[in-house]
């Protein structure tokens, strides 16, 4: 097998490419995304402790499961804040990606620990039917519409980011979270000073958490995919395959396709090139890397050029 060294014109192309998308503005992106996780989490945690302490005195289980979950979210915030701080570091010779993954370890993280809190709730809830507790309907009420306020004003923070960033989806999802418990609080509280029936409290807690369960597993899917190095899954290899042997002049064949994602925006792709024995190595190379930039949107290719059938690994 002879293979043509394209290091050189392999990083020229890539520096050429991240200029063209304006890389210059993605420490502003991310900077926004920052400031509105930590303005929510400053709003969660400080609202859990009425919760809590409006749960306790309340007998609400739909009050305190929220503060649970608040104080869930609280951590949660904090660690997708630590992600985009560390996701804003350069690359090093340890991380030679850089610390994009980070945000993606933090959305996986905060889904399982959604999924745990679901699993909690539903838990109590059924507790709650065989032995029921009495409810103050009134101050579960009030408690109730302030979590509210608060649950609406992080959403609105956090809606107003980045809704492409899995970090951000899974604070957003959190906090959607907390703003469902609030608004079934809400209703719960309303039936019991109306109709006195208190078990309307862990019916609704079971219904919210079953809501936020669907948005928990599909996160962790959608994390854990791309932790697991899995192809992306917009990216279909067979047809880059295609579409390079029919727009790329003296290409062969196209084998050895390894595509993975470093975050949910940013794919990343390896192949193997076999081009006519004639062919210019360095042209080929440039024009894989600008149809697989243009076409497909990857910015990071590594493509070996080879003029003779490849030996499998």
């Not at 032995?131 to 809606?159: C, D, K, Q, R, T």
């Not at 809704?163 to 951000?168: D, G």
């Not at 369960?213 to 854990?224: D, E, I, P, T, W």
Request: aromatic residues 6%.
């Amino acid at each position: 097998m002879s293979t043509q060294s394209h290091d050189h014109h392999h990083r020229h192309g890539h520096d050429e490419h991240d200029h063209a998308h304006g890389h210059s503005h993605a420490p502003a992106v991310t900077g926004g995304n920052e400031k509105r996780v930590l303005g929510a989490m400053l709003l969660t945690a400080g609202f859990m402790l009425v919760e809590i302490i409006g749960g306790v005195l309340s007998g609400s289980l739909a009050l305190i499961a929220d503060a649970g979950h608040m104080a869930t979210d609280a951590a949660a915030l904090a660690l997708a804040f630590i992600a985009f701080r560390l996701a804003a570091r350069p690359a090093n010779p340890s991380q030679s990606y850089g610390y994009h993954r980070a945000e993606t370890l933090a959305a996986f993280v905060n889904a399982i620990a959604m999924i745990a809190l679901v699993a909690w709730i539903i838990y109590e809830a059924v507790m709650r039917f065989f032995e029921p507790h009495p409810i103050l309907g009134g101050m579960m009420l009030w408690v109730a519409v302030g979590g509210l306020a608060v649950n609406m004003i992080s959403f609105a923070l956090l809606h107003s980011g980045d809704r492409h960033n899995l970090n951000m989806q899974g604070a957003a999802i959190h906090v959607l979270g907390d703003l469902l418990g609030s608004v079934a609080a809400i209703v719960a509280a309303i039936v019991i000073i109306v109709t006195g029936w208190t078990p309307i409290d862990p019916v609704l807690s079971v219904f919210v958490a079953l809501l936020i369960l669907r948005s928990a597993f599909a996160l962790a899917k959608q994390s854990g995919h791309i932790l697991m190095e899995g192809t992306p899954p917009n990216l279909d290899l067979e047809k880059v395959r295609t579409d390079i042997m029919a727009h790329v002049a003296g290409v062969e064949d196209i084998h050895h396709m390894h595509a993975w994602s470093l975050t949910a925006t940013r794919n990343v792709i390896t192949l193997h090139a076999r081009i006519c024995e004639n062919a210019s190595g360095d042209n080929i190379l440039a024009a894989i890397q600008e149809r697989l930039a243009h076409e497909f949107g990857i910015g990071h290719a590594t493509i070996q050029i080879e003029t003779r059938t490849c030996q499998p690994a």
